[in-house]
């Protein structure tokens, strides 16, 4: 029998320090259960200082602030 994975929080990728090589940093943000002002679902990180909408295109919009950045989904059963 098939097992449905549902996505249960997202890795977002946060850019590097500009003019350095310095590697990106993917921070992980969960549900909050409430939805941001463009409808979408909102997610936080564990500080509450990353706050995301998550698009259906898998874009975290960060509240307040207008950088799109990539979201990973992560599955679990």
């Known amino acids: 029998m098939a097992t ?3 996505t249960t929080h997202y890795l977002v990728t946060l ?4 003019g350095c090589h310095a590697p ?9 259960g409430e939805a941001g002002p463009h409808g979408h679902p909102l997610f936080a990180d564990a ?4 706050v995301v909408e998550i698009t259906p295109e ?3 919009l960060p509240t307040g602030g207008a950088v799109l950045l990539h ?5 679990g059963r």
């Open 15 to 18: 850019p590097g320090q500009v």
């Open 71 to 75: 979201a990973h989904p992560v599955t």
């Open 4 to 6: 449905t994975m549902r």
């Open 24 to 32: 990106q940093r993917r921070v992980e943000v969960r549900p909050t």
């Open 58 to 60: 898998n874009m975290a």
């Open 47 to 50: 500080t509450g200082e990353l």
